[in-house]
């Protein structure tokens, strides 16, 4: 479903699309942190098992909100992104003209 979601909100940095990149970075992230409390009654030897299914859809899900901001343009991903850490480029040779 949150990939549907994702896919109907486009590539536009706009409110809508931000608020649900957001939503997919939160969601999976507190899942896995409250993991230990949602396994707390799950007993058996396929508790295991279970957990690590958990953890591992809560990590593609994370995965899918990277895709999603790297194709919004919000991850600085392209070296123009890092222009600012850039020395700027010293001349080695001036050119001047004059008049003849």
Do not use: H
Not at 1 to 29: D, E, T
Not at 31 to 42: C, M, N, R, V
Not at 54 to 65: K, P, R, T
Request: proline share 6%; hydrophobic share 50%; with cysteine.
């Amino acid at each position: 479903m949150n990939l549907f979601i994702m896919w109907m909100s486009g590539n536009a940095i706009s409110l809508f699309p931000i608020m649900m990149v957001v939503m997919m970075f939160f969601k999976p992230v507190k899942a896995i942190f409250s993991a230990q409390s949602t396994f707390k009654t799950i007993e058996g030897k396929y508790a295991p098992l279970q957990k690590l299914v958990y953890l591992l859809g809560n990590v593609v899900a994370l995965g899918i909100a990277l895709y999603k901001c790297n194709s919004m343009g919000l991850l600085p991903t392209e070296p123009s992104d890092w222009l600012s850490f850039e020395k700027p480029l010293e001349r080695v040779e001036f050119l001047a003209g004059g008049n003849m």
